[in-house]
């Protein structure tokens, strides 16, 4: 060994962004987590995917979860989805990975315990509105998700970080803030 030191807790600069397996999801808590307990790795719209997860899990908690708990629940889902992010983003080196879904989750939740009680009617137009905001990323959406992106250039898979992290929620949060003030307008009329 030249005594040089070889960093453990990115991916080597030249290599290009991993494409995550079963094995890496269960790796590390932070990846299960991020990885919506591998419903990112759905190799077809992995975003829907997370917020079908959020729809079920939700539904399997609410008869169990007050208000208080659910407020809880999304204040440290906030806080340890944003390290668990931010560390599967590194590993993978991309600033926001189609995989990690941990931000649909968090943001549909939030979403869905806003409405509640809500007929299916309203909950089937919460996961519409939702996924239109977060995938086609109208307005300040796009504004959000372009906030807190790495810079472009050879040492981008190295500045990927807690900005970073912060932002794989932050444009998801902005959808549910968009979702939940069009059905605020939509039961006003």
Do not use: N
Not at 31 to 50: D, R
């Amino acid at each position: 060994m030249s005594g040089q030191l070889t960093p453990i807790s990115g991916p080597r600069r030249d290599a290009p962004p991993s494409k995550p397996t079963w094995r890496f999801v269960y790796s590390r808590p932070a990846h299960a987590l991020a990885l919506g307990f591998g419903s990112g790795l759905s190799p077809i719209a992995p975003g829907t995917v997370g917020t079908l997860l959020a729809w079920l899990s939700f539904a399997a908690l609410q008869p169990y979860l007050s208000d208080a708990h659910w407020a809880g629940l999304l204040v440290l889902g906030l806080f340890t989805g944003w390290w668990a992010c931010t560390v599967t983003a590194r590993r993978l080196g991309a600033a926001d990975p189609s995989c990690i879904v941990w931000d649909e989750v968090l943001a549909f939740w939030l979403v869905l315990w806003l409405v509640t009680p809500a007929d299916i009617l309203t909950q089937c137009s919460a996961f519409a509105l939702f996924r239109f905001f977060d995938a086609a990323k109208p307005g300040p959406v796009a504004w959000a998700d372009a906030f807190f992106k790495a810079r472009h250039g050879a040492d981008s898979a190295l500045e990927i970080g807690w900005p970073q992290g912060w932002g794989i929620l932050f444009d998801d949060l902005v959808a549910a803030l968009c979702t939940l003030l069009v059905i605020a307008l939509w039961r006003f009329i």
